[in-house]
């Protein structure tokens, strides 16, 4: 009977310490051993791996993490509160590094880092008043500045991948300043563009009425230059043809005379009897 206790006690210890000295490794993981407090050198992919029954295992997610920093409250030189949401991405760079300075905890990384990054915003909104900062770039621009922040991440054993600053909020007095101003800027803008459109608007009046003007021009010009032709041409015409009937020419000429002093309705012409057109109206009457 006490042999069986021993032997199935025996089995029981095997079985636990084979248990003990095998680990598996997550494909998204990588794996550490210590050995009595010491970190052993080698790291462990995705696997099973054999370890001694004493050694404890440390896995890390070598994914992108990302944390983000919500509600975080600074002030202005002028003491006015801000609310800022910002977050950080890193990936795992030395686990062993990571485990010494953190105890490879990611919450603790995602702290270390968020406090230099407070320390940045702290120092950009402390060095001018809220109004100059609005004025200027607005509010905390620029503060995070991932180059300041990838040696402090490089000692903790990770790579700062990426880091933003998600949300601004200003105190009710500065968000109305804030909207006043660019509410001003805006209608600045629309004046300009309406004063530009006006301006365009009367040069291509001016350029119309130009090109009108030289049109009416150069049309009046060709009309007198085609009238004088047609004038000249009728002339000699007239010419030719009184020429070869100076009696007709005569009778021509005294019709236009008559036609220019009866000009207007009503008009009544008193005639001698002994007058020529009466008389050339007599004879061909006769005739």
Request: aromatic fraction near 6%.
């Amino acid at each position: 009977m006490a042999l069986r206790l021993l032997t199935a006690l025996g089995v029981a210890i095997v079985a636990m310490l084979l248990w003990r000295s095998v680990f598996v490794v997550d494909e998204s993981e990588v794996a550490l051993i210590t050995r009595f407090g010491q970190t052993q050198p080698a790291t462990y992919g995705p696997g099973a791996h054999l370890k001694l029954p004493l050694d404890a295992v440390h896995k890390f997610d070598r994914r992108l993490i990302t944390h983000a920093f919500l509600g975080e409250s600074f002030l202005s030189q002028d003491q006015k509160s801000l609310t800022v949401d910002f977050y950080l991405r890193w990936r795992l760079l030395d686990p062993a590094r990571f485990l010494q300075a953190t105890g490879g905890d990611e919450d603790a990384a995602g702290a270390r880092l968020a406090d230099v990054v407070r320390g940045q915003i702290r120092s950009s909104l402390a060095a001018a008043p809220l109004s100059a900062q609005i004025a200027a770039a607005g509010p905390a621009t620029g503060a995070l500045r991932l180059e300041a922040l990838r040696a402090p991440a490089a000692t903790l054993g990770v790579e700062l991948v990426d880091g933003q600053l998600q949300r601004i909020d200003l105190p009710d007095d500065a968000t109305n300043v804030l909207y006043q101003r660019m509410q001003q800027k805006l209608i600045g803008q629309a004046q300009q563009l309406r004063a530009q459109s006006s301006a365009e608007a009367d040069k291509i009046r001016v350029d119309a009425e130009h090109a009108r003007a030289q049109t009416l021009a150069d049309a009046t010009r060709e009309a007198q230059r085609i009238r004088g032709e047609a004038d000249a041409a009728a002339a000699v015409t007239y010419a030719k043809a009184y020429g070869a009937n100076p009696e007709f020419a005569a009778f021509t000429r005294s019709l236009q005379a008559y036609k220019n002093a009866l000009g207007r309705d009503g008009d009544i012409l008193v005639l001698s009897p002994e007058g020529e057109f009466f008389k050339y109206l007599h004879s061909a009457s006769g005739r």
